[in-house]
């Protein structure tokens, strides 16, 4: 192999990682605050609602008021809002 052609194939590499991960990125994206009301922007940021969470044991898909789990999103019962699976915020709750 070349190097000329070694570096074509890191390039290819990179290309199709990144690839992989833009579903991740869209994921994450549906659970941020995009068509969020004014109020519901304010509860989050009156909660310290945080994404990721900084405690991996506190996510909200451990949280008693996270429901419905689906691709990473989850709808809170407390914000009325789409969040990260893996976000957390100050009202949250072990579930039982
Ligand atoms: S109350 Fe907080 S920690 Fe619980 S699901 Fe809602 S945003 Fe997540």
Redesign the pocket.
């Known amino acids: 192999m070349t190097a000329l052609s070694r570096r074509n194939a890191l390039r290819l590499a990179v290309a199709i990682a990144a690839g992989s991960a833009a579903p991740a990125r869209a994921q994450k994206a549906s659970c941020e605050a995009d068509g969020l009301t004014p109020t519901q922007q304010a509860q989050?940021s009156s909660?310290h609602?945080t994404d990721p969470?900084p405690n991996k044991a506190?996510?909200?898909s451990a949280?008693?008021?996270?429901s419905e789990p689906a691709g990473g999103c989850?709808k809170?019962?407390?914000?009325g809002s789409a969040?990260s699976a893996g976000?957390?915020?100050?009202?949250?709750?072990k579930r039982s």
Do not use: M, N
């Open positions: 989050r909660l609602y969470a506190a996510t909200c949280c008693a008021f996270f989850g809170c019962q407390i914000l969040v976000a957390h915020c100050d009202s949250w709750s």
